[in-house]
């Protein structure tokens, strides 16, 4: 089945550039997704890519996806105290009975003053 | 509502004792998801409904998990014969469509079995 993998922690300086990792194996994975979760809330979606596209910007955020390499990473750009959460990593596989999002591990992000 | 409902926040059960978690998702939703987070994981696929029908229970970590949904709406998940592994963070999710590329997530319920 699908394995998406991505690493656990990341600390980044306030006002510098994040960028989160993740990596997948089922290569006919339809759509890529981030999701936050801040202390004790649910998944927040912040944002998908489905697979056609490379990139998709939206305001702070990037995603970019490398099909070759089954490699999706998000960039948050001028990183805030405010984007301190996890970062979850999921996809939708592509197989025909597929119908549920798997999800990594997360990312926990701290940002450092 | 405005978003997926989930309740309660938080339970405390003894070991041995039955639970019951409760999803209200997006109205006019009709694909449903439960997930489990355990403490420090990535999200546990369980279940998920298409209208009140469950097609893949695999997920189920054992007999002692059900679920149903009555209505094409509210959704159950029971818990027999609790057990300290269940402590956990149970999710529901809503989407518009089984597939649909967005899926919301309710502030789930936290599962503490003593």
């Known amino acids: 089945g699908e394995d998406v993998e991505q690493s656990l922690f990341l600390s980044v300086r306030e006002g510098d550039s994040s960028v989160i990792n993740c990596t997948y194996t089922d290569s006919s994975s339809t759509y890529l997704y981030w999701y936050k979760q801040e202390p004790g809330a649910g998944l927040q979606l912040l944002t998908y890519i489905f697979s056609n596209m490379d990139m998709k910007q939206d305001q702070r955020l990037t995603v970019l996806l490398n099909k070759k390499d089954k490699h999706l990473s998000l960039r948050i750009a001028d990183t805030q105290t405010g984007d301190s959460a996890i970062y979850f990593c999921?996809?939708?596989?592509?197989?025909?009975?597929?119908?549920?999002?798997?999800f990594g591990s997360g990312t926990r992000l701290s940002i450092r003053p | 509502g405005a978003g997926v409902s989930q309740s309660p926040s938080n339970k405390v059960t003894e070991k041995g004792k039955d639970v019951e978690l409760r999803c209200d998702p997006i109205?006019?939703?009709?694909?449903l998801y439960w997930y489990r987070q355990s403490l420090g994981q990535g999200l546990e696929f369980l279940i998920y409904f298409q209208g009140n029908s469950a097609p893949d229970k695999s997920g189920l970590p054992s007999d002692r998990f059900s679920a149903e949904r009555t209505g094409g709406s509210v959704s159950t998940l029971t818990i027999q014969r609790t057990q300290q592994e269940d402590s956990a963070v149970y999710l529901c999710?809503?989407?518009?469509?089984?597939?649909?590329?967005?899926?919301?997530f309710g502030q789930g319920t936290r599962l503490t079995v003593v």
């Open positions: 109205s006019g939703h009709t694909a």
């Open positions: 999710a809503s989407s518009l469509a089984l597939g649909d590329p967005e899926a919301f």
């Open positions: 999921a996809v939708l596989p592509g197989y025909s009975s597929a119908s549920k999002i798997i």
